[in-house]
């Protein structure tokens, strides 16, 4: 299959936006790991950021993809039980993973020893919380990057306008994935891969949309998919960053994260408009 410059021009854009992930990973580059403050905030930071792209963005785009599927009569009740279905199933996932250990102060980590200083990190735990985000952003990015080559496809000028506005608000959520996983491994290579990979499914999307998805693609599909990646993305913020943002570090200090992660987003999705 022969693409010309506008498909061409099309996937470059879904590649823009979904690699703009890389650029909020980079901030594991310039964290201390024995800064719990940092990682409080970061924390709640990412849950702020993932609750507001959910309930603002994600779970309307749901509602107006199976209005256009299903009706007006259908559409609230399918979104609302797509949202609690990926609610459901990420519980599942987070009872099927082995859980981590209670975390403890890890303030002084870099004067313990090695079995210390691995119990003190919660290694685990973090982990989880990075992947288990990553998984999330995943899961959104994929069907953002069919919309974003479908809309280039359409008018380039509008193309470009929902790419920029995607990479600018994917900076956060690449900021989302990379930090517990360097807080949790201490390897700033491995946290930004793994925040790098996250943005990939994008353009991984766009491929899919244009190889094997484009008759089957319908507004009803789209639409179970952005409301249960909307349950998905708020489950892990309330289960998971919201209490480790808590335990390691002043309460309010998670709150004020939260909050900041919410007007980062807040403005980023103003550019839609």
Known sequence: MIMNNDILLAFGLTLFAGLSTGIGSAIAFFAKRTNTKFLSIAL???????????????????????????????????????????????????RILPSAENPHDFKSVEDMTEKERAKALDKQKLMRIGVMTGVAIAIHNFPEGIATFAASMADIKLGIAIAVAIAIHNIPEGIAVSVPIYYAT??????????????????????????????????????????????????????????????????????????????????SLLLFI
């Not at 993932?50 to 009706?71: N, Q, R, T, Y």
Request: proline fraction near 3%; avoid cysteine.
């Open 44 to 94: 709640g930071f990412s849950a702020g950021v993932m609750i507001h792209v959910s309930f603002v963005e994600i779970f309307f785009e749901a509602k107006d993809s199976l209005v256009l599927g299903l009706g007006e009569t259908m559409e609230t009740w399918v979104t609302v039980l797509s949202f609690f279905g990926g609610m459901l199933f990420i519980a599942i996932v987070d």
């Open 186 to 267: 201490g390897n700033k290579r491995k946290a930004f891969v793994y925040s790098f990979l996250s943005g990939l499914a994008e353009p991984v999307g766009a491929l899919v949309g244009y190889f094997l998805l484009s008759t089957f693609i319908s507004p009803s599909l789209f639409g179970i998919i952005f409301a249960s990646v909307a349950g998905i993305m708020v489950f892990i913020s309330l289960e998971e960053l919201l209490p480790a943002a808590r335990e390691y570090g002043e309460p309010r200090l998670a709150i004020y994260g939260m909050f900041g992660g919410m007007v980062v987003m807040a403005f």
